[in-house]
């Protein structure tokens, strides 16, 4: 079974920076794409950042500049060093693996406060 556990999260101020780990574990097959998303309260989940099993990244255009996706495969996680941190960046951020089948962590929270 594959697990996803995400860490990191807290809350910071505005300009501040923050780094979240997302580990994997569990017989995975193939990986297409990790990637870290988010949801607000009252609003839908969105994508973040996407790193490619080749090690291509996109980003939100809200975050680019700012957010960096990096990946350890030793350690089997992925990072989200997020720098100069906003009040709308709050929400709880999430991880997903997309390969055969796609999973999600548990979700962390990252509230910047103004």
């Known amino acids: 079974q594959v697990q996803l556990v995400e860490s990191g999260g807290g809350l910071v101020q505005a300009g501040g920076s923050l780094r979240l780990s997302c580990v994997v574990s569990?017989?995975?097959?193939?990986?297409?794409?990790m990637g870290w998303y988010r949801q607000a309260p009252g609003k839908q989940r969105e994508l973040v950042a996407r790193?490619?099993?080749?090690?291509?990244?996109n980003y939100a255009d809200s975050v680019k500049g700012r957010f960096t996706i990096s990946r350890d495969n030793a350690k089997n996680t992925v990072y989200l060093q997020m720098n100069s941190l906003k009040p709308e960046d709050t929400a709880v951020y999430y991880c997903?693996?997309?390969?055969?089948?796609?999973?999600w962590g548990q979700g962390t929270q990252v509230t910047v406060s103004s």
């Open positions: 569990g017989d995975i097959v193939s990986i297409n794409y």
């Open positions: 790193i490619t099993s080749g090690g291509s990244t």
């Open positions: 997903k693996l997309r390969g055969a089948y796609q999973y």
